[in-house]
């Protein structure tokens, strides 16, 4: 149905991304609210919701790409989506954030958070390196890394819960979406909705941007890179940017730094695990440049009193994105 349709041409595949991106992300949002809904119900705590259903809600935009790329065989698409997806992350979505106004960070993401996104950047390129060496026709991430990633989600997690238990106050409330009133029926339905939302979402915008590949004769990787990990990166772009102009940008970082610990670790790792994912032609360039960016993050906050990324940093960081972008659409 969908490969009929997009053989009416290229404005079809662009009008399908687009739809696919908003199914995507209004899915993820009835999913959360839904099943934020329920866990009140059961009587869970703001604290575990904004850890589980909240943080899991947030990259389920990835995960569906990425689970969508991995059964249509678009392992490069998968990689690009969660590399990409962080690298906007940081270089344009905190930059800009930081830009309208400077991002305070807490302790906890200087100490732990930012250095885990660090580690997740290295630990694809080592995923890489190491296949590299053993079977250079297998280079990539094979399901040995993907388990390597997802203990390390697991370790990231356990860790989180741990803090949370022990310094209730620095968790912030508004993380969790008020449930009042949705009643368990509409929650429900929420839920169902949300997941219908994000397989339609996610199959328009994978078999769109492989079709536009395709046509503009452009590897699947770039596409990935660009149109794909913006568009899942749309949530965390919205939320931070209109935190700043309201001056409370100090969730941005956390919403940012923790979306990259996520995408690496949990959907990657995934991904990984159910299908081998094969190397890309600039895959450690990609790996480089996402821990680079949690690298000048870590430094913006350590070298101020104030502990914040000023609009220098918010500024070098777009300035570096821009020069990367170039780099790879120039070197296609």
């Known amino acids: 149905m969908i490969e009929s349709l997009l053989a009416h041409g290229i404005w079809v595949a662009i009008i399908f991304i687009i739809v ?4 995507l992300v209004r899915g993820a949002d009835f999913l959360v609210d839904g099943a934020s809904a ?3 119900r059961f009587g869970i705590s703001d604290l575990v919701i904004g850890l589980t259903v909240v943080a899991f809600g947030t990259s389920m935009p990835e995960f569906v790409v990425n689970m969508v790329s991995v059964a249509e065989g678009s392992t490069d698409l998968a990689i690009t989506n969660i590399l990409g997806s962080n690298i906007i992350n940081t270089f344009v979505i905190l930059g800009l954030t930081a830009l309208v106004y400077p991002v305070a960070s807490q302790k906890r993401s200087r100490d732990f958070d930012i250095p885990m996104s660090i580690i997740a950047g290295v630990l694809v390129l080592c995923c890489v390196a190491i296949q590299l060496h053993s079977c250079e026709s297998e280079r990539g991430i094979g399901r040995i890394g993907g388990i390597v990633l997802l203990l390390m ?3 990231f997690l356990y860790n989180t819960f741990r803090h949370a238990k022990d310094h209730p ?7 969790v979406p008020s449930t009042k009133e949705i009643t368990v029926r509409r929650a429900l339905c929420l839920v169902l909705g949300g997941f219908v939302g994000l397989v339609v979402g996610g199959e328009l915008i994978v078999k769109s941007a492989v079709d536009i590949a395709v046509r503009c004769g ?3 990787a770039i596409i990935g890179l660009t149109i794909v990990a913006l568009g899942t990166s749309l949530p965390e772009l919205a939320t931070s940017v209109m935190a700043a102009f309201k001056k ?4 941005a970082l956390g919403n940012v730094i923790g979306s990259n610990i996520f995408n690496v670790f949990f959907v990657l790792g995934t991904s990984a695990i159910i299908r081998p994912l094969p190397a890309y032609e600039g895959i450690e ?29 918010g500024l070098l960081l777009l300035l570096i994105y821009g020069g990367y972008l170039t780099y790879r659409l120039l070197n296609v």
Request: glycine fraction near 4%; charge should be negative; proline fraction near 2%.
């Open 285 to 313: 360039l990609d790996a480089i440049i996402a821990a680079l960016g949690s690298v000048i993050v870590w430094m913006a906050v350590k070298t101020n009193k104030e502990r914040k990324v000023q609009r220098w940093a």
């Open 153 to 155: 989600f697991c370790y």
């Open 248 to 251: 409370n940008s100090d969730i």
């Open 20 to 23: 696919g991106f908003i199914a």
């Open 169 to 175: 106050s620095e968790e912030p409330s508004d993380e």
């Open 218 to 220: 452009v590897s699947e």
């Open 38 to 40: 329920i866990a009140k």
